[in-house]
């Protein structure tokens, strides 16, 4: 069944990248919002890292473990074995409908060190408040990258702030984000520390 879903996934996935019609987007939106659905039961039969593992792949993004080279990108060859093994190091959502109903599947992630967020049509600021809230990444995240992701403004990159540990952020193509010097003041008070590279108009 899990296979059979991937593949599903995977073409309909495939079909995003199609020219549709306005009329479409209800169906697309109802569809992502079924692939983000969180299933707190599969969380606690694999764990946290495997099932956000499916669910960010069954969003067409792809992750990368600790210690590999590779990043996972076929739902269907998901690594078996024992599940305390593989944990994501790593999440690329370019081009995926991840939002933010799915995000309860990053409660659990100890390891995420970094995030790429790039043409991601779902994201919003209220996606950023929430993923800059979960502790444990509070505690792991330590590079983003956002690019050309047109819901997002100021309100959302500041939340990123609570991100403590973060040393690296790029931001590339937000014609959201308005007040770039402000950004600027507001990361230099709250994370010293962190390397902040502004690609914006």
Partial sequence: QMMLFGKISQQLCGLKKLPWSCDS??????LN????KVDHERIRDVGPDRAASEWLLRCGATVRYHGQERWQKDYNNLPTGPLH???IQAIDATDSCIMSIGFDYMEGLEHVEKITL???HYIEDGCLQ???QIEKLQKSLLEMEIISCGNITDKGIIALCHLRNLRYL???DLPGVKEKENLVQVFKTALPSLELKLHLK
């Fill in 25 to 30: 987007r209800y169906f697309w939106g109802w």
């Fill in 33 to 36: 919002a079924v692939f983000n």
């Fill in 85 to 87: 093994k593989y944990k």
């Fill in 118 to 120: 790039c043409k991601c």
């Fill in 130 to 132: 929430r993923l800059s």
């Fill in 170 to 172: 790029f931001l590339s």
